[in-house]
């Protein structure tokens, strides 16, 4: 998985319960991205950053915040986690922005399910 | 209606088989088209891209783009079980953003 980790693998947490996922990378790539994963929607994408303290919001961005003080760690937050958040997310890591030649690789993943 | 439609399966198939596998979408200014592979609890790991229309060809794999009919397609000849996965096309006007298919289910049976 090109040098990704994501922690934790697997969570059940309760609705309304504040919660952090952690993707470190050890690639030295510049822009590292958050997506979920769900039935029939394939990956959307959350957040993405482009550097140290630079971030944007995805396409399904509501109840997410994310957090890269350091090249190798981007962190998701889920405020206060509501059933519609359970999923799979994946992080992303890529050396530039562009698509084609900029691949994405991505982490192993994480189970997040909110009771 | 989504930007990029994909058939979600699953399609089963014998080994040895040649598998088409195929994604339509609707925004032209597309240029660049992948496809990426997602086994069981892993995360997705790019096969192929191409840019613009034309074919790309990859040791059993090639990928088509036929801009004109905003369709793409992926083959895969001899198929063997360990090609057993999800397969997901992705698009990108040229910038990180990608707009992702469901995915297909393939089963390449023994």
């Known amino acids: 998985d090109a040098g990704i980790t994501q922690s934790p693998r697997h969570k059940v947490t309760e609705t309304g319960t504040p919660v952090t996922l952690r993707c470190h990378q050890t690639e030295n790539h510049r822009y590292m991205y958050w997506y979920r994963q769900d039935p029939g929607h394939g990956l959307r994408l959350i957040h993405y950053s482009y550097g140290v303290k ?3 919001k995805g396409e ?19 405020e206060s986690a509501t059933s519609s958040q359970t999923s799979v997310y994946f992080c992303a890591i ?5 698509a084609g030649t900029d ?6 993943g994480t189970r997040l399910t909110v009771l | 209606q989504k930007e ?14 040649i598998v088409s596998l195929n994604c339509t979408y609707s925004n032209s200014a597309f240029q660049y088209f992948m496809w990426y592979r997602q086994y069981s609890r892993k995360g997705p790991e790019l096969l192929m891209y191409t840019y613009s229309s034309g ?3 990859d040791g059993r794999f090639t990928a088509q783009v036929d801009k004109s009919s905003k369709y793409i397609s992926l083959f895969i000849r001899d198929s063997q079980p360990s090609d057993s996965a999800t397969y997901l096309c992705a698009m990108s006007r040229g910038n990180y953003q990608l707009i992702w298919g ?6 390449i049976k023994p």
């Not at chain 1, 691949?103 to 192993?108: C, R």
């Open chain 1, 54 to 56: 630079d971030t944007d």
């Open chain 1, 94 to 98: 890529s050396e530039g922005g562009g």
């Open chain 1, 60 to 78: 399904v961005s509501d109840g997410y915040s994310v957090s890269r003080s350091k090249t190798e760690d981007f962190l998701l937050t889920l």
């Open chain 2, 55 to 57: 074919n790309k060809e």
């Open chain 2, 102 to 107: 469901a995915g297909t289910k393939l089963i």
């Open chain 2, 4 to 17: 990029v439609e994909q058939d979600p399966g699953p399609l089963s198939v014998p080994e040895g088989a």
């Open chain 1, 103 to 108: 691949t994405q690789y991505f982490g192993p």
